[in-house]
């Protein structure tokens, strides 16, 4: 029943800031779990952040803990993610997911946005 589509991604030079968007579709939003992957050329999809139903908790990849930051606004259905100090290994095709019970595991989300293209150059 959910739909994810995200968007803000773009290019940006090291050292940089985007704010990526995950709007969703339908009247369960605040029922799921929900969490940012990226999967970068060649490589598998990997976890990056999750946040909890009410958005009162929250996990993040030892690569991006202390520059990006999960937030959730329900009555807005919508997901962001605040990428700071950005590397250029953070480039990637950043990813939406929702999943039924909190996860850091790709196999466990349930529905998947098309990505948005992050690039970030030196």
């Known amino acids: 029943q959910v739909q994810l589509v995200e968007s803000g991604g773009g290019l940006v030079q090291a050292g940089g800031s985007l704010r990526l968007s995950c709007a969703a579709s339908?009247?369960?939003?605040?029922?799921?779990?929900m969490g940012w992957f990226r999967q970068a050329t060649g490589k598998e999809r990997e976890f990056v952040a999750a946040?909890?139903?009410?958005?009162?908790?929250?996990n993040y990849a030892d690569s991006v803990k202390g520059r990006f930051t999960i937030s959730r606004d329900n009555a807005k259905n919508t997901v962001y993610l605040q990428m700071n100090s950005l590397k250029p290994e953070d480039t990637a095709v950043y990813y939406c997911g929702a999943s039924s019970a909190p996860s850091r595991n790709v196999r466990a989300y349930d529905y998947w946005g098309q990505g948005t293209q992050v690039t970030v150059s030196s």
């Open positions: 339908g009247r369960t939003f605040n029922s799921y779990c």
């Open positions: 946040i909890s139903r009410s958005g009162g908790s929250t």
